[in-house]
C-alpha cells in the first residue's frame, strides 16, 4: 500500500520516474523537491537523487531538475485540482495527503490588510515527509503510564525529531485499544496540524485506536473545549503545548475529570521548568509522569521516565 | 389504394423526421439547463461545502439526473480509487463519452470540456466564481435555443408535412 501511495502523489505522465524511489518507501523519510533543482530524497539518514530515468543517484548534478510546472502540477495533484478546499493548509504552509503523508510549502506569500496570511503563489519548494506509523513505539513506557488500571496524566517532553508524536499516536492507541495495564477508553485527540491521527477528508490515515475521537485542523484551546463538551473523552491528548492559553485549556479538562496526554518541545525537565507557562504545571502537579526522549548516537530513546515530583521511576 | 397508403406512409414519415428535429431542439434546450444545473452545483459545493471536486463529482453522480451520474460516478472512481487519473484526463474521457449522443452544438461541447482549466484558484468563492463565464455562455446559448424553439418547432412541422406533400405528388 505505502509504494502505491508514493505513486499515486504524482501525476499520471510523471509516474514512470517515481517507481524505483517507491520501491523503497520502508527506508524513504522525505522527498524535497525544489524548482530549478534535482528532486531529493532522504533514505534513512543519507541523501540521495532522482535521475532523468528515475534511477536513484548519489550526486545532485546527475538528477533531474524539477520545473516549476512540474510543482504546480504536482501541487494540484496532491490537492485533487481542488487548491481552494486545502486554502486554510496551503496558509499554514503544509497539506496532509492520504496515508497520512505531510507536504510542507513554501513560496512567496501575501498578505492581507492586517498583515496576516493571505495565501502563497509560487509555491516552488514541497517537502513530502513519509509516514510512517510504528506500532509498539511506546511499549517501553506503557506500564509506567497506569495506576490500578487508571491512565494517568502523561506529558512528553522531547527535542524536535525524536518520535514524541510518533510516541504520542501510540500511546493514544494503546490508550484507546487497551492494554494489559488498563481497558480501552475513548480519548478525544485535537490534533491541530494534523501530524497525529493525519486526517485526510476527515478519516484517520493512521491507526489511533477505536475508541478515538479526532477533532482535525483545529486550534488545541477551541478544541479541547469542543470536545470536552461534545464527546465525553475519558481521555484528551494533545501535541506541542506552547502558550498559557493551551495550559489552561488542559487545566479546564483536568478540571472536568478528564486525563491527559500531552507533548511539549523540550531537551529535559529543567528545561521545560524555566518555561514561564510550564513553571506552574510542574509546581501544580498537572502531569503524574514526565517521559523525556532524547538522541543518543543518532538513535531517539527514552531518557527517563518522571514522577509528579521529578523523581526518577526509570532510566 | 395502394396509392392512398403509399401517400399516407410518406406524410406520416415526413410528419415523423419533423418531430424528431423539434424533439432534439428540446432536448438540446434540457441538456444546456442539465449541465447549467451541474455548474452551478459546482460552484455551490466548492463555496460553501468547500468539497474538492472528487467530491463534488461522488455529490454529482448521487443527484444529478440519470443521462450524466454514471459519468460523474467514474469520475469520481478514477480519481479516488483506481489510478489516481488527473481531473483533466478523467473529465475529458467522461465528459466526451457523456455528450457523445446528446445533441449538443460543438460550441457548447466545448465549453464544458474546457471547464478543469478554470481551476487552480486558492480561494474557494473565486474558485466557484471562475466557472461563472461558463454558466454564462451555456445560460446565452440555452435563451437562444429556447427563444428560437417556440418559431423552429412551427417551421419544422410545417415543412416536414409540405415536404411529405410534395414527395407525394412527385410520386403520384
Known sequence: MGREEIIHMF??????????????????????LRAGMAATILLGQSEKFVGVKGQIVDRQEQGDRMTPQELD???????????????DEIRQGFLTIQGGHRVGLAGQVILNDEGGIRNI??????????????????????????????????LLVSPPGCGKTTMLRDIIRQVSDGTTFGQGVNVSVVDERSEI????????????????????????????????????????????????RDIEALRMASGCGCKLIATVHGESLEEIQNKKYMRYVMEEGMFDRYVVLERQDGNCVVEGIYDREGQRCIR | MYKIVGTFCILAGCAGFGCARVRQEKDRIRYLRGFIHVIRRIQDEISYGKHTLPEICRILADESEAWCAPYFEEIYRQMMQESGRGLKEAWDGQMKACMQDLPLQEEERDIIMKLPAFLGLQEETRQAMSFSQSVELLGRKCRQAEDAYENRAKMIHSVSILAGLLLSILLL
Open chain 1, 11 to 32: 501525476p499520471e505522465r510523471m509516474r514512470g520516474r517515481w517507481h524505483k524511489v517507491a520501491d523503497l518507501y520502508d527506508q524513504l523519510q522525505e522527498i524535497r
Open chain 1, 73 to 87: 502540477e504536482i501541487l494540484q495533484h496532491l490537492c485533487q485540482y481542488s487548491l481552494y478546499a486545502f486554502a
Open chain 1, 121 to 154: 503563489k509560487y509555491i516552488r519548494y514541497l517537502n513530502i515527509r513519509i509516514a510512517h506509523q510504528i506500532k509498539g513505539a511506546a511499549d517501553p513506557v506503557m506500564r509506567f503510564l497506569y495506576d490500578k488500571g487508571q491512565v494517568r496524566n502523561t
Open chain 1, 197 to 244: 491521527a493525519g486526517s485526510y477528508m476527515g478519516i484517520p490515515q493512521n491507526d489511533v485506536g477505536r475508541r478515538t475521537d479526532v477533532m482535525d485542523g483545529c486550534p488545541k484551546v477551541e478544541g479541547m473545549m469542543m470536545l470536552i463538551r461534545s464527546m465525553a473523552p475519558r481521555v484528551l491528548a494533545v501535541d506541542e503545548l506552547g502558550s498559557e
